[in-house]
Nanobody
Framework: QVQLVESGGGLVQAGGSLRLSCAAS????????MGWFRQPPGKEREFVAS????????YYGDSVNGRFTISRDNAKNTVYLQMNSLKPEDTTVYSC?????????????????WGKGTLVTVSS
């Protein structure tokens, strides 16, 4: 089992930045690709970003590409999501995920573990 606990959400003005963290415990963190998803109100769940097991490969959803950066620190069992140039439409709960593949995670496939999420609110 892997437990994922997100933190770092909060209220920020449009154009601002936040950094989310996801701390993992349990089985070997470096055995999993990690990612972030979000589900805006009234919309389908959306892939945000994923990163390979050693961090050499990253993928981003179209709506965040160029504004968000995913990274990981395997020594600290933590994955991060740096969010810049935030927009009101980025407002929602962000959930951390763990899966065997960063590539297939893009399609919401093969995800083994989910965190409970952290709320990000961007005011206009």
């Amino acid at each position: 089992q892997v437990q994922l606990v997100e933190s770092g959400g909060g209220l920020v003005q449009a154009g601002g930045s936040l950094r989310l963290s996801c701390a993992a415990s349990g089985r070997s963190f470096s055995s999993y690709a990690m990612g972030w998803f979000r589900q805006p109100p009234g919309k389908e769940r959306e892939f945000v970003a994923s990163i390979s097991r050693i961090g050499g490969t990253t993928y981003y959803g179209d709506s965040v590409n160029g504004r968000f950066t995913i990274s990981r620190d395997n020594a600290k069992n933590t994955v991060y999501l740096q969010m810049n140039s935030l927009k009101p439409e980025d407002t929602t709960v962000y959930s951390c995920t763990a899966a065997p593949s960063a590539f297939t995670m893009r399609n919401d496939y093969g995800i083994h573990y989910w965190g409970k999420g952290t709320l990000v609110t961007v005011s206009s």
